[in-house]
């Protein structure tokens, strides 16, 4: 049988990876920005597994390139 070990990241960590506060992953999160993460029974902690983490950066840079073009350019 083949080792299907999973590696999940904590909410700080994610933070730490996507270069945002713990407090705007919640955020994000909270309003759908990004997948929920998974609930730890017992201890209410949140992780993401660790091959979902691109996907998810993939996303926000998505919604960051579709706000920079909504933009509208001003004259100098």
């Given at each position: 049988m083949?080792?299907?070990?999973?590696?999940?990241?904590?909410?700080?960590?994610?933070?730490?990876?996507?270069?945002?506060?713990?407090?705007?992953?919640?955020?994000?999160?909270?309003?759908?920005?990004?997948?929920?993460?998974?609930?730890?029974?017992?201890s209410?902690?949140?992780?993401?597994?660790?091959?979902?983490?691109?996907?998810?950066?993939?996303?926000?840079?998505?919604?960051?390139?579709?706000?920079?073009?909504?933009?509208?350019?001003?004259?100098?």
């Open positions: 083949a080792d299907q070990t999973t590696t999940l990241i904590s909410t700080g960590g994610l933070a730490s990876r996507l270069g945002y506060s713990i407090s705007n992953v919640k955020k994000l999160e909270k309003l759908g920005r990004i997948p929920a993460g998974i609930v730890i029974e017992g209410g902690r949140k992780v993401w597994r660790a091959e979902d983490i691109e996907a998810i950066q993939e996303q926000l840079q998505a919604r960051r390139r579709k706000a920079a073009d909504a933009m509208p350019l001003t004259a100098a």
